[in-house]
């Protein structure tokens, strides 16, 4: 028997409301609700337009359910091993082509940006999906404050790179660490882009990312880069990892398309995690269903070339 938890019931955002109010009524201890999520804290944000009709997953399954190989292969591994991780103090590294490089301490980064959450679609390259309710950031308020130069076109992020806080480094030593993505500056600037430092109402559990990771809607899920400390802007594409890994397998651009298969594996649709047992297969949108939104991104782009 599954053990039925609290956000397999309310999605997370109701249950806060729920919380305040009887917190005005009655003063209610709840913790016990808490008690799989007990050291994690819960963050301020506001409400944002940003957000998908559709059944959130549940934080259960978001949060056991990850792709993060710094902490292994399996996805039940970065929830196994990804607490060791020492996530504070925390610091980015900006430069490049920018008139304002630094090395900025994450709490001095959060002070001037406006938290939002954001309910959207994730969708892995791999062909299953969730929905999440993030807590984060715009990266283009970041990306303002470092002032890019006139030529900077691209920006080029680096994960941690610390094995003895990341034993799956050891355990793939073959793999070309540290983990490396990019986005073109303006896909950067898009203001659906997001820096997420929370989801689910609290910060972000270290196996989905602590305390920083990128979240680009419209993209598989692998250009969502977790634990981030260094960001470049740069004049020429920079190298993503799995690119490096599989050239023929997983472009620069890939943007979600269902009319584009994966070498080995269709792409037209995809697999709710968390949704039930007897939850079948959902068709996977254009852009991840942002297609409105950044299709103008990509004009005069031949997409199905464009994985
Ligand atoms: N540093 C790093 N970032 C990463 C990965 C990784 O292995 N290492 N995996 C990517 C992949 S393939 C996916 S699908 C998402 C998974 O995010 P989630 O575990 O929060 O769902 O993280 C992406 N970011
Ligand atoms: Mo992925």
């Given at each position: 028997?599954?053990?039925?938890?609290?956000?397999?019931?309310?999605?997370?955002?109701?249950?806060?409301?729920?919380?305040?109010l009887?917190?005005?009524?009655?003063?209610?201890?709840?913790?016990?609700?808490?008690?799989?999520?007990?050291?994690?804290?819960?963050?301020?944000?506001?409400?944002?337009?940003y957000?998908?009709?559709?059944?959130?997953?549940?934080?259960e399954?978001?949060?056991?359910?990850?792709?993060?190989?710094?902490?292994?292969?399996?996805?039940?591994?970065?929830?196994?091993?990804?607490?060791?991780?020492?996530?504070d103090?925390?610091?980015v590294?900006?430069?490049?082509l920018?008139?304002?490089?630094?090395?900025?301490?994450?709490?001095?980064?959060?002070?001037?940006?406006?938290?939002?959450?954001?309910?959207?679609?994730?969708r892995?390259?791999?062909?299953?999906?969730?929905?999440?309710?993030?807590?984060?950031?715009?990266?283009?308020?970041?990306?303002?404050?470092?002032?890019?130069?006139?030529?900077?076109?691209?920006?080029?992020?680096e994960?941690?790179?610390?094995?003895?806080?990341?034993?799956?480094?050891?355990?793939?030593?073959?793999?070309p660490?540290?983990?490396?993505?990019?986005?073109?500056?303006?896909?950067?600037?898009?203001?659906?882009?997001?820096m997420?430092?929370?989801?689910?109402?609290?910060?972000?559990?270290?196996?989905?990312?602590?305390?920083?990771?990128?979240?680009?809607?419209?993209k598989?899920?692998?250009?969502s880069?977790?634990?981030?400390?260094?960001?470049?802007?740069t004049?020429?594409?920079?190298?993503?990892?799995?690119?490096?890994?599989a050239?023929?397998?997983?472009g620069?651009?890939?943007?979600?398309?269902?009319?584009?298969?994966?070498?080995?594996?269709?792409?037209?649709?995809?697999?709710?995690?968390g949704?039930?047992?007897?939850?079948?297969r959902?068709?996977?949108?254009?852009?991840n269903?942002?297609?409105?939104?950044?299709?103008?991104?990509?004009?005069?782009?031949?997409?199905?070339k464009?994985?």
């Amino acid at each position: 028997m599954h053990k039925l938890t609290y956000s397999q019931v309310t999605p997370k955002a109701d249950f806060l409301n729920r919380r305040q109010l009887m917190a005005g009524v009655a003063g209610l201890g709840l913790a016990p609700v808490f008690a799989g999520h007990a050291s994690a804290k819960t963050l301020e944000f506001t409400k944002s337009e940003y957000k998908v009709d559709a059944q959130t997953t549940p934080q259960e399954a978001a949060t056991t359910y990850n792709n993060y190989y710094e902490y292994g292969t399996g996805k039940g591994d970065p929830a196994k091993y990804a607490d060791v991780l020492t996530t504070d103090p925390w610091s980015v590294e900006i430069g490049g082509l920018v008139n304002n490089p630094g090395n900025f301490a994450l709490e001095d980064i959060l002070k001037d940006v406006t938290m939002e959450e954001r309910i959207y679609r994730f969708r892995c390259v791999e062909a299953w999906s969730m929905v999440v309710p993030w807590i984060g950031f715009q990266l283009s308020d970041l990306i303002a404050k470092a002032d890019p130069m006139g030529d900077a076109k691209f920006v080029a992020f680096e994960t941690l790179h610390r094995p003895d806080e990341m034993p799956g480094i050891g355990w793939n030593s073959r793999f070309p660490w540290p983990y490396v993505e990019g986005l073109r500056l303006d896909e950067a600037m898009h203001p659906l882009t997001l820096m997420a430092t929370g989801m689910y109402g609290e910060e972000l559990p270290n196996q989905n990312g602590a305390p920083l990771r990128l979240v680009v809607p419209w993209k598989y899920g692998f250009k969502s880069i977790k634990s981030i400390v260094k960001i470049t802007l740069t004049d020429k594409e920079p190298p993503t990892t799995w690119n490096r890994i599989a050239d023929r397998e997983y472009g620069f651009y890939s943007n979600v398309n269902p009319e584009v298969d994966h070498p080995r594996w269709s792409q037209a649709s995809e697999r709710p995690i968390g949704a039930g047992l007897f939850a079948g297969r959902i068709p996977t949108l254009k852009f991840n269903g942002y297609e409105e939104d950044v299709a103008g991104l990509y004009a005069g782009m031949d997409l199905r070339k464009n994985f």
